[in-house]
């Protein structure tokens, strides 16, 4: 299977979209406030357009199979400013990483990821590192992402106000 892999344009926004729907039914199996809102796709939308379509300081890249021109893939890169306290400097984070299942073990997962690399090793910003946050419960992202050279480096903490 051979796919490209190229940043959306706003004409991608749908089935870029369609895609995210992939990406919250898929973190839903773990915790199910992800999944979508009643208006997160015209919210979704507006964000995509207006702040990550052509920006410096944000994009999102997609795997478009080749023969058939499906979005079987998507990665969505943003820049992040300094700490104002901690010595943590501008990086770069990725939210959104998702491949559709029929495509898994494809190598469109990698190629996303590597395209992110470097497209974060040419920001304008100088950029050390960049990071992906994984929900509790799928290990098997854990694993793909310490084999793609993440290393863990903060856990989050939750607990419910109701809880006494």
Request: hydrophobic share 30%; proline share 2%; net charge negative.
């Amino acid at each position: 299977m051979t796919y490209d892999l190229r940043h959306g344009t706003t004409e991608d926004g749908e089935e870029i979209l369609e895609l995210w729907h992939g990406f919250t039914e898929h973190l839903s199996q773990y915790d199910d406030r992800y999944q979508h809102k009643e208006d997160a796709d015209d919210r979704w939308l507006r964000y995509f357009e207006n702040q990550l379509v052509d920006s410096k300081y944000g994009t999102v890249i997609v795997a478009e199979h080749e023969e058939t021109g499906e979005l079987i893939g998507v990665l969505e890169a943003r820049v992040m400013g300094d700490h104002p306290i901690f010595r943590l400097k501008d990086h770069g984070y990725i939210n959104g990483h998702y491949v559709r299942e029929d495509h898994w073990n494809e190598g469109v997962g990698t190629a996303l990821i590597e395209e992110a690399h470097e497209w974060f090793a040419d920001s304008p910003r100088d950029i050390d590192f960049y990071r992906i946050d994984v929900v509790e419960g799928d290990e098997k992202a854990a694993e793909v992402y310490e084999k793609l050279g993440f290393e863990p480096v903060e856990h989050v903490f939750e607990r419910s106000i109701e809880e006494q």
